[in-house]
């Protein structure tokens, strides 16, 4: 039986969402920024490595935005997973990570949840350490959509968290 | 010596300096000379510069001219209507002539394929259709032609817009994308619209229809080409909400391989 999953992005404005998926997807890349409008959909078949599940991920690519409280509700119904995305290089992207993680948890509570401080491809280990007062408490992942880094690592392990909360 | 030379002698003394500069200026004149008068030696010079600033001009001229030239070009066609009409008229008319000529043809193919095949069911069936109602037999083929047809159907969960379960007897597009697709249109529509009342129901992209049948859990998004009348719609609700109360349970919702074969059997011959 076909296993199909909603997995949906979400974050400020030009943290690399739509990046992510394309690199998760379609393995590209391009400097080229184009503002994500409403939402984009794009899937993808995995395998997982432990489970050896196939499943369906169908991602949803919301808009950016900088308030969490004005994402369209109706668009998270029924979601499977969330990811949140964040931009290392930009501190407003994560300066109110706490509440809108809370405010995701709150509305969401069963639903896996992963956190990912993207563009590390611009920032040095250092720069990491010295922010690990926030970066260590929530980030989940590191990522770089540029380089590639850990980015079929998220997805993978989202849709384990996935399968796993599925079959509880 | 006489006086004569003394003051040639003098004046070579005197303006020795003067001479030197002369001849030099008269020699970089000659070469000037050459230079302008020989095309070769001159576009030595100037074509590098040339190519530079064309290659300048052509970089820039979108951003420049390209304004300006948009704006002539939309007044010039706003102030002669007449002549744009003038100049395209033999053009569309050619395209629109082509296009419905080759859909004529095709119409009549079908037409012809039908009357040919005399002895299949269809066509028997056909005949004493024709000869109860009266209408002829063309005009029934013809009528089939711009038939509803069911192309596809699926089964959509409400909330998340991940497929239960579908159906569709060619495979052309990409079933959990246009799911998703359809329901963000959806939530996108009742958030515009700040009701939780009204559903989006119907939706018309190029030569198809998608009619969509909301649930309480799920919604049916049903593709259809050809003409999609109000009776074939009314028929399709009724047969659509059959389906959704004597056909599948709860359970189904829970399999998809179920309830594609309950999907399968019961729109395999469209049943409408």
Do not use: C
């Given at each position: 039986m076909k296993i199909s999953k909603k997995i949906v992005l979400?974050?400020?404005?030009?943290?690399?969402?739509?990046?992510l998926i394309?690199?998760f997807v379609?393995?590209?890349?391009?400097?080229?920024?184009?503002?994500?409008?409403?939402?984009?959909i794009l899937k993808k078949e995995v395998t997982l490595p432990k489970s050896n599940d196939d499943i369906t991920l169908v991602i949803w690519?919301?808009?950016?935005?900088?308030?969490?409280?004005?994402?369209?509700?109706?668009?998270l119904i029924g979601t499977n997973g969330f990811l949140y995305?964040?931009?290392?290089?930009?501190?407003?992207?994560?300066?109110?990570?706490?509440?809108?993680?809370?405010?995701i948890k709150?509305?969401y509570p069963n639903i896996p949840l992963k956190i990912i401080?993207?563009?590390?491809?611009?920032?040095?280990?250092?720069?990491?350490?010295?922010?690990?007062?926030?970066?260590?408490?929530?980030?989940d992942f590191?990522?770089?959509?540029?380089?590639?880094?850990n980015v079929d690592d998220v997805f993978t392990n989202l849709a384990e968290a996935v399968i796993k909360e599925a079959k509880k | 010596?006489?006086?004569?030379?003394?003051?040639?002698?003098?004046?070579?003394?005197?303006?020795?300096?003067?001479?030197?500069?002369?001849?030099?200026?008269?020699?970089?004149?000659?070469?000037?000379?050459?230079?302008?008068?020989?095309?070769?030696?001159?576009?030595?010079?100037?074509?590098?510069?040339?190519?530079?600033?064309?290659?300048?001009?052509?970089?820039?001229?979108?951003?420049?001219?390209?304004?300006?030239?948009?704006?002539?070009?939309?007044?010039?066609?706003?102030?002669?209507?007449?002549?744009?009409?003038?100049?395209?008229?033999?053009?569309?008319?050619?395209?629109?002539?082509?296009?419905?000529?080759?859909?004529?043809?095709?119409?009549?193919?079908?037409?012809?394929?039908?009357?040919?095949?005399?002895?299949?069911?269809?066509?028997?069936?056909?005949?004493?259709?024709?000869?109860?109602?009266?209408?002829?037999?063309?005009?029934?083929?013809?009528?089939?032609?711009?038939?509803?047809?069911?192309?596809?159907?699926?089964?959509?969960e409400?909330g998340s817009g991940l497929i239960v379960s579908?159906?569709?007897?060619?495979?052309?597009?990409?079933?959990d994308?246009?799911a998703g697709?359809?329901?963000?249109?959806?939530?996108?529509?009742?958030?515009?619209?700040?009701?939780?009342?009204?559903?989006?129901?119907?939706?018309?992209?190029?030569?198809?229809?998608?009619?969509?049948?909301?649930?309480?859990?799920?919604?049916?998004?049903?593709?259809?080409?050809?003409?999609?009348?109000?009776?074939?719609?009314?028929?399709?609700?009724?047969?659509?909400?059959?389906?959704?109360?004597?056909?599948?349970?709860?359970?189904?919702l829970e399999n998809s391989d179920?309830f594609?074969?309950?999907?399968?059997?019961?729109?395999?011959?469209?049943?409408?």
């Amino acid at each position: 039986m076909k296993i199909s999953k909603k997995i949906v992005l979400i974050g400020h404005f030009g943290v690399g969402k739509s990046s992510l998926i394309r690199r998760f997807v379609e393995n590209t890349f391009t400097e080229d920024y184009k503002v994500t409008i409403g939402v984009h959909i794009l899937k993808k078949e995995v395998t997982l490595p432990k489970s050896n599940d196939d499943i369906t991920l169908v991602i949803w690519d919301l808009e950016g935005n900088d308030d969490i409280t004005n994402t369209r509700p109706s668009y998270l119904i029924g979601t499977n997973g969330f990811l949140y995305v964040f931009d290392m290089t930009r501190p407003a992207t994560y300066q109110s990570l706490e509440n809108d993680l809370d405010y995701i948890k709150d509305r969401y509570p069963n639903i896996p949840l992963k956190i990912i401080g993207n563009k590390k491809d611009l920032v040095t280990n250092d720069f990491i350490k010295q922010n690990k007062d926030v970066f260590g408490r929530f980030v989940d992942f590191y990522t770089s959509a540029k380089s590639g880094t850990n980015v079929d690592d998220v997805f993978t392990n989202l849709a384990e968290a996935v399968i796993k909360e599925a079959k509880k | 010596m006489n006086q004569e030379d003394k003051l040639k002698i003098l004046k070579d003394i005197l303006l020795k300096d003067e001479h030197e500069y002369a001849s030099s200026i008269e020699v970089k004149l000659k070469k000037l000379e050459d230079l302008i008068n020989k095309q070769n030696n001159l576009s030595k010079h100037i074509d590098p510069i040339l190519e530079d600033k064309l290659e300048a001009f052509i970089k820039e001229m979108p951003k420049t001219l390209g304004p300006t030239i948009t704006q002539t070009l939309q007044e010039e066609i706003k102030n002669s209507q007449d002549a744009v009409v003038e100049a395209l008229y033999p053009i569309m008319g050619k395209m629109i002539k082509k296009y419905v000529q080759k859909e004529i043809q095709i119409l009549s193919e079908n037409i012809n394929k039908s009357l040919n095949n005399t002895f299949s069911w269809a066509s028997i069936k056909r005949k004493f259709r024709s000869k109860k109602s009266g209408v002829s037999q063309g005009d029934m083929i013809i009528h089939d032609q711009f038939k509803s047809k069911i192309e596809q159907i699926m089964v959509i969960e409400s909330g998340s817009g991940l497929i239960v379960s579908e159906y569709s007897k060619t495979e052309g597009i990409d079933q959990d994308t246009v799911a998703g697709m359809l329901t963000a249109i959806k939530s996108f529509a009742q958030d515009a619209f700040t009701t939780q009342i009204q559903n989006l129901e119907y939706i018309e992209y190029e030569n198809y229809h998608i009619h969509l049948q909301n649930f309480s859990n799920y919604y049916i998004a049903v593709v259809i080409s050809g003409a999609f009348t109000a009776t074939f719609r009314s028929k399709l609700e009724d047969k659509l909400l059959d389906f959704a109360q004597n056909i599948i349970n709860k359970t189904d919702l829970e399999n998809s391989d179920i309830f594609n074969t309950k999907l399968k059997d019961y729109f395999d011959n469209e049943n409408i």
